[in-house]
C-alpha cells in the first residue's frame, strides 16, 4: 500500500521557474526520502532528512519536513530542462531500510 | 565506486515460466531490498535481506522469493509468473548500522514483461 500522496501529480514549468511538490504520510516516521526517476530508469536519491530536522539544502534542492503535519516538499530553484522527470517521496519508519513510497509527481519543464 | 548493479536489463517470459533477477549492492553495504513498480505507480516493496537472511516483507505471495549471498550480492526469484507480474524490479542497498534512517540507492532497474 502507499504510505503517502504527492501532490501535485503532474506539474508543467519553463525553464527558470521554481518547482514546488508537496508529499503527505499517514504514519509517523523515522526518515523521509526524496528521489527523482527519469522514464522507465532507476532512482536517483536526491535528499534524506530525518524526524528530528525540519529543512535541508542541497544545491538547488530544499526540502522541508513538518512531522506535526506529517508532510514534506521539495522545492526545486531555477528548474532546467533536465529536470523533467517523475519526483517520488519515500518513508522510513525505523533504522530497517524498508520504504514506503508515494504516487509521484510528474514534472515537465520546457523552454 | 560502483553503485547498485542490476540484470539483466530487459527481460520476456512466459505466463507460468520462472524468472531470477541479480543484485550486486553499492559497495561497503550490507542490506538489500527489492521493489516492484508497476507503470505509473510508485514502487512496492518485496522484502529485504540482511545478513543472508530475510528480515522484512510486503505484501507479496510465496511466489516471490530471494536470497542474499555472502559477499551481500542478492537474487529475486519469481515462480508461475503472471501476467500481472509485468513490471520494473528495483533492487535498493543501504548500510545499516542502527542509525536513524540512511541513504538508501537504487540500481536501474530489471524491466519484465510476462506474455
Known amino acids: 500500500s502507499q504510505q503517502g500522496e504527492e501532490d501535485p501529480q503532474a506539474l508543467s514549468i519553463q525553464e527558470g521557474e521554481n518547482a514546488t511538490m508537496n508529499c503527505s504520510y499517514k504514519t509517523s516516521i523515522n526518515n523521509l526520502q526524496w528521489y527523482r526517476q527519469n522514464s522507465g530508469r532507476g532512482l536517483v536519491h536526491l535528499i534524506l532528512?530525518?524526524?528530528?530536522?525540519r529543512e535541508k539544502h542541497s544545491g538547488r534542492l530544499r526540502v522541508t519536513l513538518d512531522t506535526s503535519k506529517k508532510s514534506s516538499s521539495l522545492l526545486i530553484t531555477a528548474s532546467r530542462a533536465a529536470d523533467t522527470a517523475s519526483y517520488f517521496c519515500?518513508?522510513?519508519?525505523?533504522?530497517?531500510?524498508?520504504?514506503?513510497f508515494g504516487t509521484g509527481t510528474r514534472l515537465q519543464v520546457t523552454l | 565506486d560502483a553503485g547498485v548493479t542490476q540484470s539483466p536489463t530487459h527481460l520476456i517470459k512466459t505466463r507460468g515460466q520462472q524468472v531470477t533477477l541479480r543484485c550486486s549492492p553499492k559497495s561497503g553495504h550490507d542490506t538489500v531490498s527489492w521493489y516492484q513498480q508497476a507503470l505509473g505507480q510508485g514502487p512496492q516493496f518485496i522484502f529485504q535481506y540482511y545478513e543472508e537472511e530475510e528480515r522484512q516483507r510486503g505484501n507479496f505471495p510465496d511466489r516471490f522469493s530471494g536470497h542474499q549471498f555472502p559477499n551481500y550480492s542478492s537474487e529475486l526469484n519469481v515462480n508461475a509468473l503472471l501476467l500481472g507480474d509485468s513490471a520494473l524490479y528495483l533492487c535498493?542497498?543501504?548500510?545499516?548500522?542502527?542509525?536513524?534512517?540512511?541513504?538508501?540507492?537504487f540500481g536501474e532497474g530489471s524491466w519484465l514483461t510476462v506474455v
Open positions: 519515500a518513508t522510513g519508519t525505523g533504522t530497517a531500510s524498508k520504504l514506503t
Open positions: 535498493a542497498s543501504s548500510w545499516d548500522r542502527g542509525r536513524s534512517g540512511n541513504t538508501i540507492y
Open positions: 532528512i530525518r524526524s528530528n530536522e
